[in-house]
């Protein structure tokens, strides 16, 4: 049975992605094509608090698909985890009649949506976007291609200087406990490994690496560190190739935060808009507690509690052709 949801918010939290603006504009025209006003909270969970809310018009997300980050802007919030503050949200989502959400975001952005969903049997659907492309039951998250991109030209440069200098390098990349980001860009760039969590539980990669010998043939080595404890971190692992081979010249690249940063990729926009529409049309169905996945290049729903039950796995498949592809 479809509802009669008359109104909704939207709201992007957690670390910003490319494609989240992409997504904003679809929910809010997809959402105005069908008859719903809709609301932009600003600052993520923490803007329902403080009741940054405003309602938005199909030109309020008129020339946005093109930009980075979010225009809604993103915080974190410690009181949302509290029952009290989320009583607040609830309030303020009361006096401007919002009786639905979309939840633009990664999964703690996604387990804050369960929780609040459960407390006050609101209808919200969320929509995965982050960089590290870790949640589960969706091939791809929005964000993720233009990130791989944005690393892949970073390589590509890197590796002039690595060449010229013959040097051994290793470029930290994000992902936190999700290898996807070091993995595909190793492969992405031709770099001769990634070292990511992953793996790093079952045995020591490094040690690995250097028995089979980083440089055999080339004229440089580089290797793509996932931002993690459990990796160690790309200068724990250069300190550590320093002291126990020192014949190996060693540079280190943190790539920070220009990863989450530009412009987004076409196949971004498209999967933002794409999931942004397709989120509309959930909350239409009565959908509830779902996050907007795609599978074979088809939309599916996935249970919040499916979607954040645990991170993706590593793909062997992808080990395989990286451990190949750099002999």
Do not use: W
Not at 66 to 92: H, M, P, S, V
Not at 174 to 194: F, P
Not at 234 to 249: G, I, S, W
Not at 302 to 310: D, M, Y
């Amino acid at each position: 049975m479809d509802s009669n949801i008359k109104c909704i918010g939207v709201l992007t939290s957690g670390g910003d992605a490319p494609g989240m603006n992409a997504a904003i504009r679809a929910v809010t025209r997809g959402a105005i094509f069908n008859g719903i006003r809709v609301f932009g909270i600003y600052r993520g969970y923490k803007g329902l608090i403080t009741n940054e809310i405003e309602e938005f018009k199909t030109n309020s997300v008129s020339n946005i698909i093109q930009q980075g980050g979010t225009i809604l802007k993103t915080a974190r919030c410690d009181e949302f985890k509290t029952k009290e503050g989320r009583a607040i949200a609830y309030e303020n989502m009361q006096k401007h009649g919002i009786e639905a959400l979309v939840v633009i975001g990664g999964d703690g952005s996604l387990t804050g949506a369960a929780i609040f969903s459960s407390e006050y049997n609101i209808p919200i659907v969320g929509l995965p976007a982050t960089i590290d492309n870790d949640l589960n039951a969706t091939d791809v998250t929005i964000g993720y291609d233009t990130a791989l991109n944005t690393i892949m030209e970073a390589m590509d440069k890197i590796r002039d200087t690595a060449t010229s200098h013959e040097r051994l390098f290793f470029i930290e990349v994000m992902g936190r406990n999700c290898g996807y980001l070091a993995l595909n860009s190793a492969i992405a760039s031709g770099a001769e490994a990634a070292i990511i969590p992953e793996i790093s539980m079952e045995k020591d990669q490094l040690a690995e690496l250097i028995e089979q010998g980083f440089r055999k043939s080339k004229s440089s080595s580089m290797v793509l560190v996932a931002e993690s404890p459990v990796t160690g971190g790309a200068y724990n692992l250069a300190e550590r190739v320093k002291k126990q081979y020192p014949q190996y010249d060693v540079r280190v690249t943190i790539l920070g935060h220009l990863q989450r940063g530009g412009t987004p990729s076409a196949q971004d926009r498209i999967l933002a808009s794409r999931m942004g529409v397709a989120s509309i049309q959930a909350l239409i169905e009565n959908q509830r507690s779902v996050m907007i996945g795609i599978r074979e290049n088809e939309i599916t729903y996935v249970p919040f509690r499916r979607a954040i039950k645990k991170e993706r796995a590593i793909s062997e498949e992808l080990l395989e052709v990286l451990r190949i592809s750099s002999i």
